[in-house]
């Protein structure tokens, strides 16, 4: 079992190029999530979807866009990045009854210029 | 939303000593209590949870405990060892779970 899983690790971006965080799980959790992470703000909810065919919006929306292409994958992607989307973005999944204990994948380290 | 807050954001204990991470929460219908370590360079991971009906939750060195009608809830660590260095969340929530702002806790062998 893999787990969870993000791609790319790392990516650097310019001011207004666009990008795709790709996510996958397969522990069969029907629940997903991307959230980012800055320093001294914890983790904080862009969206998530809890179940296949539904997406919802998190705490901090604006300037991203988000897929649940299948049970497995859950896509993030940012049309026309700005430097403020500079962070760490995280994916998870969970169990949708057990939204408290999340499995998260590795990250992806975004810096835009 | 949830406000959420901890306290105290960094923490330096000495190896064996204990150490003590509060939460505080707005959301009265909260009901699920996680804490979460991040290691540095490293995902988050649940580590211990506790549920509303119960007041303190033990897992070898580490425990939780809840006073709902306050509306906070504690991470306790006894015995600390340098691989208990970390950041560490809570996360109250029900439905939609919010992360507070982190504790770096250092343990100094």
Request: include cysteine; glycine fraction near 8%.
């Amino acid at each position: 079992n893999a787990g969870v899983t993000q791609t790319p690790k790392f990516q650097v971006l310019k001011t207004g190029q666009s990008m795709t965080l790709q996510c996958a799980q397969d522990m069969n959790h029907n629940s997903m999530y991307w959230y980012r992470q800055d320093p001294g703000m914890g983790l904080r909810l862009i969206y998530y979807s809890a179940s296949e065919g539904t997406t919802d919006k998190g705490e901090v929306p604006n300037g991203y866009n988000v897929s649940r292409l299948n049970k497995r994958e859950f896509s993030l992607r940012l049309e026309s990045a700005a430097p403020s989307q500079t962070s760490v973005y995280f994916c998870a999944s969970s169990e949708r009854d057990r939204a408290y204990e999340q499995y998260f994948g590795p990250g992806t380290r975004l810096t835009v210029t | 939303g949830e406000n959420v807050e901890q306290h105290p954001s960094t923490l330096s204990v000495q190896e064996g000593d204990s150490a003590v991470i509060k939460c505080t929460y707005s959301d009265s219908a909260s009901n699920y209590f996680p804490w979460y370590k991040q290691e540095l360079g490293k995902r988050p991971q649940l580590i211990i949870d506790i549920r509303s009906n119960v007041g303190e939750k033990k897992d070898q060195r580490i425990a939780v405990t809840l006073n709902k009608t306050a509306k906070h809830f504690s991470l306790h660590i006894t015995e600390t060892q340098p691989e208990d260095s970390a950041v560490y969340f809570c996360a109250p929530g029900g439905n939609q779970f919010y992360f507070g702002t982190g504790t770096s806790l250092t343990v100094i062998p």
